[in-house]
């Protein structure tokens, strides 16, 4: 592999590691109100811009991650092979989304999870394959696919066929809801920031390594895990609060 290739930076995970972490929070919230222990709107006031930027910075860093993945590719004799790869992480997450899915549906029953965060994911990993290579283009249609989400959300419709895509039926309700548009836009634009600061999967600007530091270490070990976090972290809320407090 050529040299100054590097597969995982300790600052992109260090600012999933925050995020996973800014998530965990945000459920707890949830649950909290769930179960009536601690009311609070979760989905209005600071809370949802909170949500609103988690989402975006994983998302932002999906698109940056599939960069250096990219940049992998390039130098690795059977590039399918690793392409495939790539679709199948993808499938997985979405995979798990639809797990996700099933599990809200039977728990919760109504606002059930229909096309989440994970949802979101899967896919936009698998059709950003043709977004890899560009750079400034990815930036605009980001920015195009925002502007349309945007407009979308001005209005509803009387069919569900197109929910993943942005059209929010009129009587639709579920807790978790990150169609493609707009949320694709930001995966596009990760890809425009991956490909910009690390071009061939090298650091572009000098960073001094802090992952030593006990709580930038933490942070990288948490953003090393964050699906594995994200799956296992909410039954150990709704356990605790169980103990705790019911």
Known sequence: MKSGYKERFWEIDFIRGIAISMV????ILIDLNFFNIYKINVFSGVTLPIAYTVATTFLL????????KFSKIKYTPSKKGERLKIILRGLEIFGIGLLITLVTWLYLGEGFIIFGVLHCIGISIIFSIPFLTFRVQNLILGLVFIFLGLILKTFTVDFYWLAWLGFKPTTFYTVDY?????????????????????????????VKDRSTVKIVSFSCFLGRHTLIIYLIHQPIIVGLIYILFL
Do not use: C, D, Q
Not at 61 to 68: A, K, N, P, Q
Not at 179 to 195: A, D
């Open 178 to 206: 990150y169609p493609l548009l707009p949320w694709f836009g930001v995966v596009l634009i990760g890809i425009f920031l991956g490909n910009s600061l690390y071009p061939e999967g090298k650091r572009r600007y000098a």
């Open 61 to 68: 860093l999906v698109g940056m991650s599939l960069t250096l």
């Open 24 to 27: 965990i929070f945000f459920h």
